[in-house]
């Protein structure tokens, strides 16, 4: 059974950082692609972030680029969403999410991801 446990989340003032993670089993990491995604009040889930199986290559959001950063460990079994320089928009449930048998990964179609996390909400406000 496949597992994603997200922590991190917190409140945080604007322009500050949070580091987020995945926690999963190496199984997951070794047959998955590993995707951010978050969901503000009233919204729609939006993608964020994505760390592709094989190459290890990474997307993000326009929205976020040059601020999140992902990466994993393939120690520790985690997927990590590094946000920094963070703004009230940022405000949102975040999930991670495994696409399984994918050897790339997508912000664009949440629908191919197979798992999902519980989520973690994080806050930015003064």
């Known amino acids: 059974q496949v597992q994603l446990v997200e922590s991190g989340g917190g409140l945080v003032q604007p322009g500050g950082s949070l580091r987020l993670s995945c926690a999963t089993s190496?199984?997951?990491?070794?047959?998955?692609?590993i995707g951010w995604f978050r969901q503000a009040p009233g919204k729609g889930r939006e993608g964020v972030a994505c760390?592709?199986?094989?190459?290890?290559?990474?997307a993000s959001a326009d929205s976020v680029k040059g601020r999140f950063f992902v990466w994993r460990d393939n120690i520790a079994n985690t997927v990590y969403l590094q946000m920094n320089n963070l703004k009230p928009e940022d405000t949102a449930v975040y999930y991670c999410?495994?696409?399984?048998?994918?050897?790339?990964?997508?912000?664009?179609?949440?629908?191919?991801?197979?798992?999902w996390g519980q989520g973690t909400q994080v806050t930015v406000s003064f």
């Open positions: 999410a495994a696409d399984h048998g994918a050897a790339g990964c997508t912000i664009e179609d949440d629908q191919s991801y197979d798992y």
């Open positions: 190496r199984s997951t990491l070794e047959t998955s692609s």
């Open positions: 760390i592709a199986r094989v190459s290890g290559r990474t």
